[in-house]
């Protein structure tokens, strides 16, 4: 079955410092790979998406994010957050062929002044 | 415009109620989805319709039942509420068979069992 592991549960960094999320699955054949973020009270927006093409992707609010085949790896990236980035993370997998989402726990991010 | 909807945002009730939670999206898509998440923010899914045809049931108790009228409504009814149901249920709907079927998630509905 697929899985979705997201190695920290709670990254605090400060302001305009860099930040690294990361996420690791579990799959041997082909994936689309999403993040999402979750502000505190609301639903989940997509910040994200890896379909196919170059492993680099850019999402919004700055975020970007890469997908490693070999390590089979999808980290998020931001070179320098805000205050307002401070959200939970949730980095998800859908296998081909399948409508199936499946999600890592997530990662609390905390953004201090 | 709202793209997914749910109803009620909060819903607090006694142990063996039953009670629905309604969902609605005006995006056109054909395929919707029921989750839940719990008190340590884990996101499960429970359902999924294909219009208005069950395509995911996973590990659920038999006293969550979906509903779909239509494709584009889903509706959650919970017989005999326990404890351990208290989550946040969030609905999410998309288009099947695109390329990356991207889902679109509501805003949650926080269900408090007392």
């Known amino acids: 079955a697929q899985s979705v592991t997201q190695l920290d549960s709670q990254v605090p960094v400060f302001e305009e410092a860099p930040v690294e999320l990361r996420c690791n699955y579990s799959?041997?054949?082909?994936?689309?790979l999403f993040w999402y973020v979750q502000y505190p009270n609301q639903g989940l927006q997509l910040l994200l998406k890896?379909?196919?093409?170059?492993?680099l992707v850019k999402g919004i609010n700055g975020f970007e994010a890469e997908f490693n085949k070999s390590q089979t790896s999808f980290h998020l990236r931001k070179p320098s957050v805000h205050i307002s980035d401070t959200a939970e993370y949730f980095c998800?997998?859908?296998?081909?062929?399948?409508?199936?989402?499946?999600f890592g726990k997530g990662t609390k991010l905390t953004v201090n002044p | 415009d709202t793209a997914v909807s749910q109803t009620p945002k909060y819903l607090v009730t006694q142990m063996g109620n039953d009670k629905s939670i309604k969902c609605e999206q005006n995006?056109?898509?054909?395929?919707m989805y029921w989750y839940k998440q719990d008190s340590k923010k884990f996101l499960k899914i429970m359902f999924s319709y294909n219009n208005k045809e069950l395509i995911i049931n996973e590990t659920v108790p038999n006293r969550f039942s979906p509903k779909s009228p239509d494709k584009a409504h889903l509706n959650l009814h919970i017989n005999s509420l326990e404890l351990g149901d208290s989550a946040v249920y969030f609905c999410?709907?998309?288009?099947?068979?695109?390329?990356?079927?991207?889902?679109?998630f509501g805003p949650g509905t926080r269900l408090t069992v007392l």
């Open positions: 999410a709907s998309s288009q099947m068979r695109t390329t990356h079927n991207e889902q679109f």
């Open positions: 995006l056109g898509h054909d395929t």
């Open positions: 890896y379909l196919s093409g170059s492993t």
């Open positions: 799959s041997s054949v082909s994936v689309y």
């Open positions: 998800a997998v859908r296998q081909g062929g399948s409508e199936k989402l499946v």
